[in-house]
């Protein structure tokens, strides 16, 4: 899940006025840029995904396969979205709100998608929507006191999760998918130290604000 920060700072262009620069607000960028459609792009690309999925029955390798290519270009277009709005001062409340939700819309179709098709076990989705609607929940509960920022303990769940619902997706059998559960594994875990991890966070921030 790519950050979009409240500010962007640009360095100065060379030749410009020394020292000076273009400091950007949310407000100020127009919500038509290349950054925002992306992600916009991502969202649209979730129901074709879930579609090419259950093409077949959802077993079909070149199905199979079709869809994993689906959710690695969505994947990319995350971190493509993300830079591109922090390196050219992109960054617009409508990024900042329409990025987590295209992340959790990929991730938590597929997730829905690969249980469905008894590939996933529903318990490895619980868990992980379970922490993403907690999280969520726990940020509006304390924004009257301030932000809790995303960490790279948050960033590293998202890739790893990525990564582990691409090779669930792809028709693999034998010790590959003894990897892909490994991994998937690995996600859960990271899943569930961050949810902890961002509780304490809400914790610690509700009790500062009220001493």
Excluded: C
Excluded at 5 to 16: I, M, R
């Amino acid at each position: 899940m790519s950050a979009q920060p409240d500010d962007v700072v640009l360095p100065a262009v060379e030749g410009g006025p020394a020292g000076v620069a273009a400091r950007m607000r949310p407000g100020a960028v127009s919500a038509w840029n290349i950054a925002n459609a992306l992600t916009v792009l991502r969202i649209v690309v979730v129901p074709v995904f879930v579609a090419v999925l259950f093409v077949a029955g959802g077993h079909e390798a070149q199905w199979r396969i079709a869809a994993t290519v689906l959710f690695a270009l969505a994947a990319v277009t995350d971190l493509v979205d993300g830079e591109l709005a922090r390196r050219y001062g992109l960054v617009t409340d409508f990024g900042k709100l329409a990025d987590p939700i295209a992340d959790k819309a990929l991730i938590g179709a597929a997730l829905v998608g690969l249980s469905a098709l008894g590939d996933l076990p529903w318990w490895v989705t619980i868990v992980i929507w379970a922490r993403e609607i907690s999280v969520t929940a726990l940020r509006l509960a304390v924004l009257r006191h301030g932000v809790m920022p995303a960490g790279r303990g948050g960033k590293l769940k998202t890739a790893t999760q990525s990564l582990a619902i691409a090779l669930y997706l792809l028709p693999l059998s034998g010790l590959p998918r003894t990897a892909a559960w490994l991994v998937m594994l690995a996600a859960v875990a990271l899943t569930v130290a961050t949810g902890l991890d961002y509780a304490l966070q809400a914790w610690r921030l509700a009790r500062r604000s009220a001493a």
